[in-house]
């Protein structure tokens, strides 16, 4: 199983609105709507920001959000802030086996 | 509060065998399926074994096929992942992480423990 396409990188400045995109497959991403985002700040675990590709967990900020079509999902972080840089990881459902996450996206704060 | 600490890593030689736990407290453990991710020094993540709130059906990345196991004890509100023939590619922070379904392995992984490093070299 192939792991979902992220970029690697991306930047912005604060308060600026930036989008990281997760291509997957019709067999994972693209036929069902799970798809979660995790942020990753180093040394640390991941964190839930996003599930079944738009809901946030309670206490996630509504800056951070969620959408898909078709094999491609994306994630938005509206206002940046200081604290958002860290790694994004997206990750799906993939049928009875193991989910398949993204390679990472490492957003930076200008 | 909901919470997972692992435990076991360690250095161990190519070849070598390890077992990792995961202790969970607040919340109903045999309720949910418990997933072992593992990230590489520097690199991503990736789903190494999964196993339902039961513990009756698991399932295993192709990388670690054969040589781990996954099992539970939900007696002891513990999970566990047996790493038999390590090579240096099994070198890698394992977390354990509580999933939102009790069977099958949905993504939603809320909360991950701290992480466990296991290193694989001579």
């Known amino acids: 199983q192939s792991a979902l396409t992220q970029p690697a990188s991306v930047s912005g400045s604060p308060g600026q609105s930036i989008t990281i995109s997760c291509t997957g497959t019709s067999s994972d991403v693209g036929n069902y709507n799970l798809v979660s985002w995790y942020q990753q700040h180093p040394g640390k675990a991941p964190k839930l920001m996003i599930y079944e590709v738009t809901k946030r967990p309670s206490g996630i900020s509504n800056r951070f959000s969620g959408s898909k079509s078709g094999n491609t999902a994306s994630l938005t972080i509206s206002g940046l802030q200081a604290d958002d840089e860290a790694d994004y990881y997206c990750?799906?459902?993939?049928?009875?086996?193991?989910?398949?996450f993204g390679g990472g996206t490492k957003l930076t704060v200008l | 509060e909901v919470q997972l600490v692992e435990s076991g890593g360690g250095l161990v030689q190519p070849g070598g065998s390890l077992r990792l736990s995961c202790a969970a407290s607040?919340?109903?453990?045999?309720?949910?399926?418990i997933n072992w991710v593992r990230q590489a020094p520097g690199k991503g993540l990736e789903c190494v074994a999964v196993i339902s709130g039961s513990g009756g059906t698991t399932y295993y990345a192709d990388s670690v096929k054969g040589r781990f196991t996954i099992s539970r004890d939900n007696s002891k509100n513990t999970l566990y992942l047996q790493m038999n023939s390590l090579r240096d590619e099994d070198t890698a922070v394992y977390y354990c992480?509580?999933?939102?379904w009790g069977f099958g392995s949905s993504g939603c992984f809320d909360p991950w423990g701290q992480g466990t490093l296991v290193t694989v070299s001579s």
């Open positions: 990750c799906s459902y993939a049928g009875s086996r193991c989910v398949v």
């Open positions: 992480a509580k999933d939102s």
């Open positions: 607040g919340f109903s453990f045999s309720s949910y399926t």
